[in-house]
């Protein structure tokens, strides 16, 4: 079955460690990205990346950083930068072909906790 | 800049008819998206719009208007597992990423 898949589901981390997360298409799709969700509130844009060895900084990139090395992954490290780590992270992946319909694919999402 | 606004909140009734809303400013466009996202899970896809008019998809229709910068997602006979929020997204070019806006809160009563 092709789909997206995230891990760890839950992850917890005391303050000043970095941590790396997970992220894993076989989709085929080139472009992948990267968001954080905080309760209540809509998806905001962390990373995202169009073509391997590409990617590009979206609105919060501060205190992240992410890698494109294969078609199929894209793990994102939170380090010990991000002021605020504690929140719900979702990956995505979608094609770049020109599509009817070029919609996103939801990861089942991360939630990290900084203790 | 990028812009996309929806209401916060919304309440409907079981069986009723709900329009959720949905408006953007964004240096281009390459199609409008809404996601349907249950507590604590992904978002899935809903609809797609990228011309002007209405996508009908069963209990789920999607109109936009491209000069107005407006869409709105409707919700018909609505069911208790439609209880969750509703996010609106624009793909601002072709290629480019994705910019979602807030999203909106629906609670279905019985």
């Known amino acids: 079955d092709g789909g997206i898949t995230q891990s760890p589901k839950y992850l917890f981390r005391k303050e000043g460690q970095n941590v790396t997360l997970s992220c894993e298409q076989n989709l085929n799709h080139d472009a992948m990205y990267w968001y954080r969700q905080d309760p209540g509130q809509g998806l905001r844009l962390i990373y995202y990346?169009?073509?391997?060895?590409?990617?590009q900084k979206g609105d919060i990139a501060e205190g992240y950083s992410v890698s494109r090395e294969k078609k199929e992954s894209f793990p994102l490290t939170v380090t010990s930068a991000q002021k605020n780590p504690t929140a719900f992270y979702l990956c995505?992946?979608?094609?770049?072909?020109?599509?009817?319909?070029?919609?996103?694919?939801f990861g089942p999402g991360t939630r990290l906790t900084v203790l | 800049g990028q812009n996309i606004d929806q209401p916060t909140e919304m309440t409907a009734t079981e069986g009723a008819i709900v329009q959720i809303n949905c408006t953007y400013q964004t240096s281009g466009f390459n199609g409008l998206f809404w996601y349907q996202q249950h507590a604590g899970e992904a978002p899935t896809f809903l609809s797609y719009n990228v011309l002007d008019g209405l996508e009908e998809k069963g209990r789920f229709s999607s109109f936009l208007s491209r000069s107005k910068g407006y869409s709105y997602l409707l919700l018909k006979e609505l069911q208790m597992k439609d209880s969750a929020s509703y996010l609106c997204?624009?793909?601002?070019?072709?290629?480019?990423?994705?910019?979602f806006g807030p999203g909106t809160r629906l609670s279905v009563l019985p």
């Open positions: 997204a624009v793909r601002a070019r072709y290629g480019q990423n994705f910019v």
């Open positions: 990346s169009q073509i391997v060895n590409d990617f």
């Open positions: 995505a992946s979608s094609h770049n072909r020109n599509r009817k319909e070029n919609e996103q694919f």
